[in-house]
């Protein structure tokens, strides 16, 4: 009995720990000088939806360095940018209604967050995707690949 009582308190404490609660989100950051600090995001098969956070940890306004994150079929970005930069400042450089993004932020200034989420089940095994910054310039160097884990 005492024993029960000790793995069911365990287990409790393994399930609300952050790497468990945490398994279908993620927050990642972006600065002032291009950058994200990751290049790779794995989304676990096993979760209905993923979230991703992110966070501008620089200074300048969203005119002067604004970034946003957009996920999208890797075949699909150089477009989906380009139409990004055609949409212009106004509307934060992201096309409204663009079937090819799978899920995107707003466009961010220092010390701002926005959370997208997205549906897993629109994800493909095998697919190649990427996340990037759809702020003129900013893909050269904002990018990442994020892949389907098993």
Known sequence: MVFAK??????LT????????????????SNDQMQYNTKA????????????????????????MGHNWVLSSTADMQGVIGEAMAAGAAKG????GDTRVIAHTKMLGGG???????DVAKLAAGQKYSFYCTFPGHS???KGELTLAP
């Open 6 to 11: 000790h793995a069911a308190l365990i287990a």
């Open 140 to 142: 050269a160097l904002m």
């Open 93 to 96: 450089y992201f096309k409204e």
């Open 41 to 64: 995001i794995q989304v676990p098969k096993s979760c209905k939806t993923f979230s991703v956070t992110l966070a501008h940890a620089g200074k300048l306004p969203v005119n002067v």
């Open 14 to 29: 393994l399930l609300a720990s952050p790497a468990f609660a945490n398994e279908c989100a993620v927050e990642i950051s």
């Open 112 to 118: 701002e967050k926005d959370t997208a989420t997205f």
